[in-house]
C-alpha cells in the first residue's frame, strides 16, 4: 500500500495541527496503523497506533493527553489530531502501515510507511 502524510507545517507552542495520511494501492483493512517521528539528529520515535477496528489506540508517554490518532475506513484514512504542541514535538511525521490486528510501538512491524511530514513548533 503507498501511503501518503499531509498536514504537517509551523505553528506556535500550544498551537494544533491534523496530520492526515491516506492510502493507495489498495484498503487499509485490516492493517494496524502506526505514526512515527523523527527529529534531526534523534532516533526514530514511535507516537501512535491505532488497530484495524479502531478500537485500540496506543500512545507514546510523550503525547499522551495531547495527541489523538483516530481513522475513517471509508476514506481509507488515519489521522493525528495534535493539540498543546510543544517545541519538542518538531519532527519529521510517518505514517506506517502493519498487516497485524493488534497495536505495536515496533517499527519492524510495518511494512509500508509514507515519505513523511514536517512538523515545526516554535516557542
Known amino acids: 500500500v503507498q501511503l501518503q502524510a499531509s498536514g504537517g507545517g509551523l505553528v506556535q507552542a500550544g498551537g494544533s495541527l491534523r496530520l492526515s495520511c491516506g492510502a493507495s494501492?489498495?484498503?487499509?483493512?485490516?492493517?494496524?496503523m502506526g505514526w512515527f517521528r523523527q527529529a534531526p539528529g534523534k532516533e526514530q520515535e514511535f507516537v501512535a497506533a491505532?488497530?484495524?477496528?479502531?478500537?485500540?489506540?496506543y500512545y507514546a508517554d510523550s503525547v499522551k493527553g495531547r495527541f489523538t490518532i483516530s481513522r475513517d475506513k471509508a476514506k481509507n484514512t488515519v489521522f493525528l489530531q495534535m493539540n498543546s504542541l510543544k517545541p519538542e514535538d518538531t519532527a519529521v511525521y510517518y505514517c506506517?502501515?502493519?498487516?497485524?490486528?493488534?497495536?505495536?510501538?515496533?517499527?519492524?512491524?510495518?511494512?509500508?510507511w509514507g515519505q513523511g511530514t514536517q512538523v515545526t513548533v516554535s516557542s
Open positions: 506506517a502501515a502493519a498487516p497485524i490486528l493488534w497495536v505495536t510501538s515496533t517499527p519492524r512491524q510495518y511494512v509500508d
Open positions: 494501492g489498495r484498503t487499509l483493512n485490516p492493517y494496524t
Open positions: 491505532i488497530s484495524w477496528s479502531g478500537g485500540s489506540t
